[in-house]
């Protein structure tokens, strides 16, 4: 159904307010992917502070270029098949590890590109960002590296006192 102006004027203003509030987007291409597969890809955004929005190019281009951002406006709206675009909210990269989780297991869903921080990111980078670990996965490293030489050092002084108290059994026994 076709939306008139003061519906479009809206829609424009929400897709404003959450770029100025977004952490990361991520722009993905979703022809062809079946309903259930999107609505279950919303509701784990959902749960994890993101928003999955579905627009039209030209009001998006419009959009970008309301914030200075019209070279990536036109780059998209020349891109064939549908965008949706994924906001994250709260940590930059979950909503790039979601939808990258889902686009491993559905081929309709493809990531075009994203925006990080002020900085735009093609696919390649979007996907290489959603490949990393988690914050919680490198402070668990972080933990363990500081961890180690202390490890070590319990375990050379195990080792010292297991040779004594072997080498006393053997002396108890002779």
């Given at each position: 159904m076709a939306k008139n102006k003061e519906e479009k004027k809206e829609i424009v203003k929400e897709l404003t307010d959450a770029f100025e509030q977004k952490q990361s987007v991520v722009f993905i291409d979703f022809k062809g992917s079946k309903?259930?597969?999107?609505?279950?890809m919303?509701?784990?955004l959902k749960d994890n502070g993101c928003l999955l929005k579905v627009t039209k190019k030209t009001l998006l281009g419009l959009v970008l270029e309301s914030l200075g951002a019209k070279e990536i406006g036109n780059?998209?709206?020349k891109m064939e098949g549908q965008i949706a675009i994924v906001f994250g909210f709260g940590d930059e990269i979950t909503a790039s590890k979601i939808v990258h989780r889902f686009a491993k297991g559905n081929e309709?869903?493809?990531i075009l590109g994203g925006v990080f921080g002020d900085n735009f990111a093609v696919q390649q980078q979007v996907v290489e960002m959603a490949e990393l670990p988690s914050r919680e996965?490198?402070?668990a490293k972080l933990v363990a590296i500081f961890n180690s030489p202390c490890y070590g050092f319990v375990n050379a002084l195990k080792g010292n006192l297991r040779?004594?108290?072997f080498l006393l059994s053997k002396r108890s026994t002779q």
């Open positions: 309903a259930e597969d999107l609505f279950e919303r509701n784990q780059e998209l709206t309709n869903i493809k996965e490198l402070l040779n004594f108290v």
